[in-house]
Structures are given as structure tokens and as C-alpha cells.
């Protein structure tokens, strides 16, 4: 059973920067799609960013698009999120997401994952 463990998730101002990563278990991490997704109260999970198992594609939502890039090392079997130019609007748990059984479709639906980590606060103040 693949597990995530996410990590990085922290408190700063606005305009500051986070990096977050998600570790995760098993010896087939490099044939996985990853992705970010982020909640924040009130509102539905929504995708933030995704990346093939290759790290040849990658996949931006509009909102974080230029300021946000993700990243994968599959040696380390970790995927990274970097987060710049932070605003308040980008407070949110941010969870890390797998795909394990299969080819992805489409990487910005939730539902396309399989393995979900417990998620990482952040929390950007004005």
C-alpha cells in the first residue's frame, strides 16, 4: 500500500514563498502521476498542480499558473510543489495525490487518484 507523507507547510506573508513535498512509499513511485491539490475552509478541494511519472508534463490551474511549479525526483521518490508570489487566497490544507492503478486520463480531476496524503497546512497572512 503506497503512502504519502506531505511536509513543508508553514505560515507567511504575502509574497513569500513555501516549498512543500510529499514523500512517498513503494518502489514504483516513478510510475505514478502525482499532483496537488489544496482546500480551504468552506470549499471544495480543487487541483492546484500535476505531473506525469516522467516529469514531462505538468498540469497548472489558472489561479496558481506562473507562480507555482511542480516537480518530481524519482530517485527520492518525492514530488515537490514551489510555491511563490504567495496570497492570502492561496491558504489552504494542500494534500498530495497518487495515481497507482493505471494511466491518468485526466490530471486535474480529483477522482483519478487513488492515494491521498493527510495534507500540509499553509496559511498566507496580508
Known amino acids: 500500500q503506497v503512502q504519502l507523507v506531505e511536509s513543508g507547510g508553514g505560515l507567511v506573508q504575502a509574497g513569500g514563498s513555501l516549498r512543500l513535498s510529499c514523500a512517498a512509499s513503494g518502489r514504483t513511485f516513478s510510475t505514478y502521476a502525482m499532483a496537488w491539490f489544496r482546500q480551504a475552509p468552506g470549499k471544495e478541494r480543487e487541483f492546484a498542480a500535476a505531473?506525469?511519472?516522467?516529469?514531462?508534463?505538468?498540469y497548472y490551474a489558472d489561479s496558481v499558473k506562473g507562480r507555482f511549479t511542480i516537480s518530481r525526483d524519482n530517485a527520492k521518490n518525492t514530488v515537490y510543489l514551489q510555491m511563490n508570489s504567495l496570497k492570502p487566497e492561496d491558504t489552504a490544507i494542500y494534500y498530495c495525490?497518487?495515481?497507482?492503478?493505471?494511466?491518468?486520463?485526466?490530471?486535474?480531476?480529483?477522482?483519478?487518484?487513488?492515494?491521498w496524503g493527510q495534507g500540509t497546512q499553509v496559511t498566507v497572512s496580508s
Open positions: 495525490a497518487a495515481r497507482t492503478n493505471g494511466p491518468i486520463l485526466y490530471p486535474q480531476g480529483r477522482y483519478e487518484y487513488n492515494v
Open positions: 505531473v506525469t511519472w516522467s516529469g514531462g508534463n505538468t
